[in-house]
C-alpha cells in the first residue's frame, strides 16, 4: 500500500529556514513525479513545487520561486523542500503528494508556522 510520511515542520520567526522531508513506501518511487502541496486556514490547497521523476525538472509556484528548493534521493525514497527566506503567509500544512500515470496519494501533512 502506497504511503507518504512528511516530517520536519514546526514554528520558525519570519526570514528563517525550515526542511521538509517526506518518505515514501509501497510504490516505485523512481516512477513517480513528486510535488509538495500546502494549505493554510480557510483557504485551498495550493500547489508549491514538482519534480519529475528523474529529478531533472522542477517547477516552483510564483510564491515559492527563488526561496524554496524541491529535491529528490530516489535511492533514499524521499522528496524535500527547502524553504528559506519564510514569511508568516508561508504558515500552513505541507502535504507531501505523489502521481504516478492517474494514481494520486497523499500524505498526513505536516503544520509549518512562521510567526514571531
Known amino acids: 500500500q502506497a504511503q507518504l510520511v512528511e516530517s520536519g515542520g514546526g514554528l520558525v520567526q519570519p526570514g528563517g529556514s525550515l526542511r521538509l522531508s517526506c518518505t515514501a513506501s509501497g510504490f516505485i518511487f523512481g516512477s513517480g513525479i513528486m510535488s509538495w502541496y500546502r494549505q493554510a486556514p480557510e483557504k485551498e490547497r495550493e500547489l508549491v513545487a514538482t519534480?519529475?521523476?528523474?529529478?531533472?525538472?522542477?517547477n516552483y509556484a510564483d510564491s515559492a520561486r527563488g526561496r524554496f528548493t524541491i529535491s529528490r534521493d530516489n535511492a533514499k525514497r524521499t522528496v524535500s523542500l527547502e524553504m528559506n527566506s519564510l514569511r508568516a503567509e508561508d504558515t500552513a500544512v505541507y502535504y507531501c503528494h505523489v502521481r504516478i500515470g492517474t494514481a494520486i496519494k497523499w500524505g498526513q501533512g505536516t503544520q509549518v508556522t512562521v510567526s514571531s
Open positions: 519534480i519529475d521523476a528523474t529529478g531533472r525538472r522542477t
